[in-house]
């Protein structure tokens, strides 16, 4: 195996580190909507550009440059959605019990949130792919590797989830939330 001359490492260098600047906020809400914690979301981003890098010289196509960052990320946070520490949070003290009617005073926001974060990773990583990225349904079975079918059937089992989870406190947020999720373009599905 050949190493490249040291003028092209050093613009190989020079292009992925113009990639992290240009990318790094997309990168780290992308990180966060997949894991939750602000923390964690900053450990995923570091683990993707560490991959990302480790392959940067057999990435030759810029268009496939974030498809693969995206694959990347998408696969390490539910792989490590597998890991028997995943859902364990450590902390300082006990937070203190919540009193009656309690989920009455949690705002909208904070209660859809809780809901996603509830989702298992891979039905969480199809929404934020599908959704909040805007990928198609072909490019976020590509992202995620697997059928369109399977992709529908994640974002299906998610947004009943999200319904059965939602309903008992906002169901006409419910009903907002669904019809902008799954709201088609003019020209038909993406």
């Given at each position: 195996?050949?190493?490249?001359?040291?003028?092209?490492?050093?613009?190989?260098?020079?292009?992925?580190?113009?990639?992290?600047?240009?990318?790094?906020?997309?990168?780290?809400?992308?990180?966060?909507?997949?894991?939750?914690r602000?923390?964690?979301?900053?450990?995923?981003?570091?683990?993707?550009?560490?991959?990302?890098?480790?392959?940067?010289?057999?990435?030759?196509?810029?268009?496939?440059?974030?498809?693969?960052?995206?694959?990347t990320?998408?696969?390490?946070?539910?792989?490590?959605?597998?890991?028997?520490?995943?859902?364990?949070?450590?902390?300082?003290?006990?937070?203190?019990?919540?009193?009656?009617?309690?989920?009455?005073?949690?705002?909208?926001?904070?209660?859809?949130?809780?809901?996603?974060?509830?989702?298992?990773?891979?039905?969480?990583?199809?929404?934020?792919?599908?959704?909040?990225?805007?990928?198609?349904?072909?490019?976020?079975?590509?992202?995620?590797g697997?059928?369109?079918?399977?992709?529908?059937?994640?974002?299906?089992?998610?947004?009943?989830?999200?319904?059965?989870?939602?309903?008992?406190?906002?169901?006409?947020?419910?009903?907002?939330?669904?019809?902008?999720?799954t709201?088609?373009?003019a020209?038909g599905t993406?």
């Open positions: 195996m050949q190493l490249p001359s040291p003028g092209r490492r050093r613009r190989d260098s020079a292009a992925f580190a113009e990639f992290v600047q240009a990318r790094s906020r997309s990168l780290h809400r992308t990180a966060y909507l997949l894991v939750g602000r923390g964690l979301a900053e450990d995923l981003v570091q683990e993707t550009l560490v991959k990302t890098y480790v392959a940067w010289p057999r990435l030759r196509d810029p268009a496939a440059l974030d498809a693969y960052v995206r694959r990320m998408t696969t390490t946070a539910i792989s490590w959605s597998r890991r028997r520490s995943w859902g364990e949070t450590p902390v300082e003290e006990m937070p203190d019990r919540g009193e009656a009617g309690h989920a009455e005073l949690l705002g909208e926001r904070d209660l859809v949130w809780s809901a996603v974060l509830e989702l298992p990773a891979r039905q969480r990583a199809t929404l934020v792919l599908r959704f909040y990225e805007e990928l198609s349904v072909a490019r976020t079975a590509e992202v995620l697997c059928a369109p079918g399977t992709v529908k059937s994640q974002l299906s089992a998610a947004l009943s989830a999200l319904r059965e989870r939602l309903t008992a406190h906002y169901p006409e947020l419910v009903d907002q939330l669904v019809a902008e999720l709201h088609e373009t020209g993406r």
